[in-house]
């Protein structure tokens, strides 16, 4: 059994820093991808980050110059550093990881943390 633990969220003031964190958990032989997704109230679930097993790299327009995705593959863990934080980045985060399968492909989801920036 798969599962992502996130850790690294909480209230900082607008400008500040934060750097979230998920390491998966169990048998997974090989990723597709591992990203950060987040959630306002009222908004739906919306790509922040993702990055393929081949190193690239995507990010949201609102966080391009002040996000990072990074991962440490051996440990199955994938960061978030959060850089100039707005009001606006205010919601819940979630990592995933791609996982291929027989036939398609398969995504695990962490619990979420939440992140509020106050202005």
């Known amino acids: 059994q798969v599962q992502l633990v996130e850790s690294g969220g909480g209230l900082v003031q607008a400008g500040g820093s934060l750097r979230l964190s998920c390491a998966a958990s169990?048998?997974?032989?090989?990723?597709?991808?591992m990203g950060w997704y987040r959630q306002a109230p009222g908004n739906q679930r919306e790509l922040v980050a993702v990055?393929?097993?081949?190193?690239?790299?995507n990010y949201a327009d609102s966080v391009k110059g002040r996000f990072t995705i990074s991962s440490d593959n051996a440990k199955n863990t994938v960061f978030l550093q959060m850089n100039s934080l707005k009001p606006e980045d205010t919601a819940v985060y979630y990592c995933n990881f791609r996982v291929p399968t027989v036939t398609y492909h398969y995504d695990y989801w962490g619990q979420g943390t939440q992140v509020t920036v106050s202005s």
């Open positions: 990055m393929t097993s081949g190193g690239n790299t």
């Open positions: 169990g048998s997974i032989f090989r990723v597709l991808a």
